[in-house]
């Protein structure tokens, strides 16, 4: 938003001769100070002014605006109540105040005072501008678009009024016409870095990744300190395998981020060789920025009757959250839950779609609802527990959570990784995850489950049989496999596996790789580590029950670093692969070794990547170890164990419990441990 424009003072009205020339002089002193940036003197200055003669309406101006900065509201309202001329000034006053309760999110009250503003002066860019900026945070996309329409008319050249209709345009999924917003703003100005920015985050939500690329780097070669800009930019390069420059953009971006600078977005930060405190200190930086925390200080008395989960997500369809997490909304039990799934975006209707409409007792579409409509709609549902399936990853409402969805608020699955916001309770984890002696490198406090965090859908289906020759692979080829997504890779991992590879003579590596970019470049990267192209092989992504199967072809599992595979990992022990990963110092590089401990596998579990190596390389050459590893993840007790849907669901129901009845025995907010649980339903799957 544009700040309100200060004018220069001039007194007026009758005076006086010395009394004049002493406002006179204030005044001239208080421009002064302005121009200076001693803004405290500034308004010492005009406060005196204003006390000789109070019909200045440039100063009586001016001095509102000061004092708002100050945080002097009461005497700035005083002031004010009354001001309407001369109209101009008059307006230009309430903008300021509109701009203050914006700033502070007293929405409604900002929208009263511009609109009062606007009536004073209907043709004031500034005003409609920031009347624009109050519609978009109440989410009237179409009264703000009216608003900068109506600004635009008057002033067409308006390189700011372009850019903040871009904006509207792309918050409200219409980006073909953002870019063309965004294309205006550049012909009225051609270095306008935040249009460069915002036009490269929508082909990143369109998985165009050159052209994001183009468009980040535009941004960066004319404003490199840009917010989260330089983050975003090698998100870009980390999806097409571009690792030059790499390891030396992570350096500084983690510098800036230790400074307390705005330097990343967050997801790209678990694919960096980042520590969970700096995780959590670049969250809670981008929290504090985008997603600031205004929940309700107290909830009304709940009704009797079961405890109402409502989760929350943007991917309830054939997505790797709602691949794991399935069968836990249809094995909850029922005579103790009531189970909302709060659907944030128009997913696909599709088979997964369609089981867990089937799982839920309540399927809301929330995608077209504003935040303070979903508030209303959760206290009507009287939920108890609200569960944040997305987290800081694409599709997001973490604003939902900003403003109370539930009493308790849980961070799960989604998002490995610490929220960094006030508003997130709790964080599901095991002791593998966040040992105990880590609990400060969170905002969450953590809840341990027994075995491992990550809930499993064992209804999923089983590998069918399928011959290398039909995938076009060698029978007689050791095959490694790393299905992570390419931006999980880096230069250091994979020359790595590269060495394996050289230690290993006539294996394969087998990549998920959609690009044929990416697959050259790669290529590329093994021969110049003394490795055969054609040793590498790429797999695109195909239906889940087909992925699965040809898994299984592989012979062993190679997991990355620091972001290690969360469904990946599951789906290669669910086939029966030895996998092999490298404990990592945060979350998002532990999963791997959460379920192998829970599997009992921890001698796959290395310590630094030399073990890592050795561990890979052992089982290449032991053919027997790899057979006997296979035997033991079929045991079908083991795969209860890991897999099994009913006993996690157990495990997080207790936990849920445990939660809600804290919270009603009024107790204060701490970290807790799950024991193992007993079955005690005997509940078919999708029974309500």
């Excluded at 002193?29 to 003197?41: P, S």
């Excluded at 561990?615 to 053919?623: F, V, W």
């Amino acid at each position: 938003m544009r700040p309100p424009r200060r004018r220069q003072a001039s007194p007026g009205g009758r005076a006086r001769l010395s009394e004049l020339q002493d406002v006179l002089a204030l005044c001239q002193q208080g421009d002064a100070a302005l121009a200076a940036g001693d803004r405290a003197w500034a308004l010492s200055c005009y406060r005196r002014s204003y006390a000789l003669f109070q019909d200045q309406a440039q100063v009586r101006t001016n001095l509102i605006i000061l004092l708002l900065e100050f945080g002097d509201e009461a005497e700035a309202q005083r002031i004010l109540h009354g001001f309407d001329q001369p109209p101009a000034e008059a307006a230009q006053a309430r903008n300021a105040w509109g701009v203050y309760l914006l700033k502070h999110r007293r929405l409604h009250e900002a929208l009263q005072v511009l609109q009062q503003a606007h009536a004073l002066c209907p043709n004031s860019v500034d005003i409609l501008n920031n009347l624009s900026n109050v519609w978009v945070a109440l989410q009237e996309h179409g009264q703000a678009l009216q608003c900068i329409d109506q600004a635009l008319s008057l002033q067409p050249g308006g390189a700011d009024l372009h850019y903040n209709r871009g904006l509207i345009l792309q918050e409200t999924g219409h980006y073909e016409a953002a870019l063309a917003a965004y294309k205006n703003c550049w012909t009225a100005q051609p270095d306008y870095p935040l249009a460069y920015l915002n036009a490269a985050n929508i082909y990143v939500m369109h998985r165009n990744w050159p052209q994001a690329e183009l468009y980040a780097e535009k941004a960066l070669r004319l404003a490199p300190d840009t917010h989260y800009l330089q983050g975003t930019w090698l998100f870009t390069r980390m999806f097409q395998a571009k690792w030059d420059g790499m390891l030396e953009a992570i350096e500084s971006i983690l510098a800036k981020v230790d400074a307390g600078q705005k330097a990343t977005i967050l997801l790209p930060l678990l694919a960096m060789p980042a520590t969970a405190a700096q995780q959590t200190q670049a969250a809670r930086i981008y929290v504090e920025d985008r997603r600031p925390g205004h929940r309700p200080s107290s909830w009304p008395s709940r009704r009797p009757g079961r405890v109402r989960l409502a989760y929350v997500s943007s991917d309830f369809c054939q997505h790797a959250v709602s691949l794991l997490s399935a069968s836990l909304y249809e094995l909850h039990d029922r005579q103790q839950f009531e189970v909302f799934l709060y659907s944030t975006r128009n997913s696909p209707d599709d088979t997964m779609q369609q089981r867990l409409r089937r799982a839920a007792d309540h399927f809301v579409d929330i995608s077209l609802c504003r935040d303070e409509q979903v508030w209303a709609l959760a206290r009507e549902h009287d939920i108890d527990i609200a569960i944040d399936l997305n987290g800081h990853t694409v599709g997001e409402r973490t604003s939902l959570f900003a403003g109370g969805l539930a009493p308790v608020q849980v961070n799960y699955l989604g998002y490995p990784a610490s929220m960094g916001s006030p508003y997130h309770d709790y964080i599901i984890a095991d002791r593998t995850l966040i040992p105990p002696e880590r609990l400060q490198d969170y905002s969450e406090h953590v809840v341990y489950l027994p075995r491992t965090f990550q809930i499993n859908d064992d209804a999923r289906p089983l590998p069918q049989a399928r011959t290398r020759a039909e995938l076009g692979l060698p029978e007689d080829a050791l095959l490694f496999c790393s299905f992570n997504g390419v931006y999980k890779m880096n230069p250091v991992m994979f020359a790595l596996w590269m060495q394996i590879l050289n230690a290993c003579p006539g294996s394969l590596l087998w990549l998920l790789a959609d690009s044929t970019d990416v697959m050259q470049r790669l290529c590329a990267y093994a021969e110049a580590q003394g490795v055969d192209p054609h040793r590498l092989r790429f797999a695109y992504s195909i239906a889940y029950p087909d992925h699965l199967t040809r898994l299984a072809c592989a012979d062993i599992a190679l997991d990355s670093l620091p972001f290690n595979g969360g469904t990946t990992s599951s789906d290669a022990l669910w086939c029966g692969l030895p996998l092999v990963t490298c404990l990592g110092d945060t979350f998002a590089g532990r999963m791997a070794a959460s379920l192998l401990h829970a599997a009992e596998l921890p001698m796959l579990v290395a310590a630094d990547l030399q073990a890592y190596k050795d561990i890979a390389i052992t089982l290449a050459h032991e053919p027997e170890y790899r057979a006997t590893i296979r035997q033991h993840l079929a045991q079908a007790q083991l795969r209860e164990r890991v897999f099994g849907s009913r006993a996690r669901t157990r495990e997080l129901e207790a936990a849920f419990l445990a939660m809600h009845e804290r919270r009603l025995s009024g107790q204060a907010l701490s970290s807790f441990a799950v024991l193992e649980q007993p079955d005690t339903t005997h509940q078919d799957r999708g029974v309500m």
